[in-house]
């Protein structure tokens, strides 16, 4: 499937466009700003656009009012389909976040319930009771999602709720020629429900991806041939991290071998999870890296490993954004045009060779070396093989092992490596070996 292989650009549309905050109902085609990133994009070697919320919303894009037209702070539907025509042409693809959980409070239906109460023929559409009441007192209580009563939880098992849902999904398609799907919190949509969602966009779109949002547990709970294709990969997302800043590459190889290893009871082997450094939920990588020096070789370790890796705009020229105050405005900022420098550069280079490599994109996993400060391992399939070498440390590193062949050709730079006398890793670097054979 084309996502097994995809490079993925996260955009947060009501923050890059510098939409306000509060919906004031005022339309403005700040949606067609995009337009000027569609060559950077490109560029950066990225073949889809991951777009957050779009749709009508009361603030910050998952509080949904209106599913079937665009939040008139980015514009009208037309110029949404103008930016998705245009990625399109450039030969990228368009994902849109589907918030199917919850909706806003000013969600039409919603609002019918508000003024009718038990006359409104939406009233089975949420998981509500007139026995009781809310902070917002509407004189009845209904299940918020996760104790926030801003985001009103629907009534999934309501035929007429995911009927609703999908002829919105069709529209999309329809509109938009949308490819997939990011399915905000997905560890509360219900087995049953991601099997409609899945027979349902099979229908409309033979390879139409969903990728479901999971943080813990076993992620086959919502991934399979009948679900999710693909879920979000917190474990690792925080495995990442937090091996370079405690010089612990052990924590990451550990968990990667735990997902993908050779053994039989590994979770994930042959399954394509997001990869990501940050996103727009969490503190930017520039700013949660303890050592910068360390942004190359972690960027490189999450294109080398099993996966389909994400790059969050703005992260990808080292912006700064850590959450703060209450606010995620700092990670989600307006941004006029985008940035390019070397570690631009570097990722491009990353994608150009992740999405080139066979072994790369389904290639087996297996640690070959694994000290606090470098690791070393294998991505194998059966017409090739490649070494992924990182070293995090301020010192140059020697690693002697058997690398089964004598000659290898660095994905990234193009440079041959001779594994005679042992292989060194300078400060901070990052390699991709293909093998001779």
């Not at 801003?150 to 009534?155: A, R």
């Not at 999908?166 to 560890?187: H, N, P």
């Not at 089964?404 to 292989?423: P, V």
Request: proline share 4%; glycine share 8%; charged share 25%.
């Amino acid at each position: 499937m084309w996502f097994d292989e995809a490079v993925i650009y996260q955009i947060y549309p009501l923050g890059l466009c510098g939409a306000p905050a509060d919906n004031d109902g005022v339309k403005s085609p700040r949606i067609l700003r995009l337009l000027d990133w569609v060559d950077h994009i490109k560029k950066t070697g990225a073949d889809t656009v991951l777009f957050n919320p779009v749709f009508d919303s009361d603030r910050h894009g998952y509080d949904t009012r209106d599913y079937f037209h665009i939040d008139p702070r980015l514009g009208a539907d037309e110029d949404f389909a103008q930016v998705c025509q245009a990625l399109h042409d450039a030969g990228i693809r368009v994902m849109l976040d589907g918030v199917f959980n919850h909706v806003g409070r000013g969600f039409w239906a919603f609002k019918d319930v508000q003024e009718k109460k038990w006359d409104s023929p939406y009233k089975d559409w949420f998981h509500l009771s007139f026995d009781g009441n809310t902070n917002y007192n509407d004189g009845f209580w209904y299940e918020g999602w996760e104790g926030h009563n801003e985001l009103v939880k629907l009534n999934l098992w309501n035929p007429a709720v995911v009927q609703h849902q999908f002829d919105a999904i069709r529209s999309w398609v329809e509109q938009f020629d949308i490819d997939g799907l990011r399915l905000d919190v997905a560890y509360c949509l219900s087995p049953e429900y991601l099997k409609q969602l899945r027979a349902f966009t099979n229908s409309v779109k033979p390879d139409f991806v969903l990728m479901g949002e999971t943080l813990h547990g076993d992620y086959n709970r919502w991934m399979a041939d009948d679900m999710c294709h693909s879920v979000t990969n917190y474990e690792c997302y925080k495995g990442l991290w937090s091996a370079f800043n405690s010089m612990n590459m052990f924590e990451i190889g550990h968990s990667l071998a735990r997902q993908f290893g050779p053994e039989q009871w590994t979770l994930y082997k042959g399954k394509h999870l997001l990869s990501f450094l940050d996103n727009h939920d969490v503190n930017r990588i520039a700013s949660q890296l303890s050592n910068p020096d360390h942004l190359v070789p972690a960027y490189a370790m999450m294109f080398g490993m099993p996966g389909v890796p994400s790059v969050y705009y703005g992260s990808e020229w080292g912006m700064q954004g850590a959450k703060g105050h209450g606010s995620d405005a700092e990670l989600r900022p307006a941004v006029e045009k985008p940035e390019w420098n070397d570690l631009t550069a570097w990722i491009s280079r990353l994608a150009e060779a992740k999405k080139g490599n066979k072994a790369l994109c389904y290639g087996a996993y297996r640690n070959v070396v694994l000290t606090n400060k470098q690791i070393i391992f294998e991505r194998k399939c059966d017409s090739e093989r490649v070494l992924v070498a990182i070293n995090a440390d301020a010192a140059p590193y020697t690693a002697h092992f058997d690398a089964g062949c004598g000659l290898a050709w660095d994905l990234i730079s193009g440079e041959k490596h001779d594994f005679g006398g042992g292989s060194e890793l300078p400060p901070y670097s990052a390699f991709f070996w293909k093998m001779e054979r």
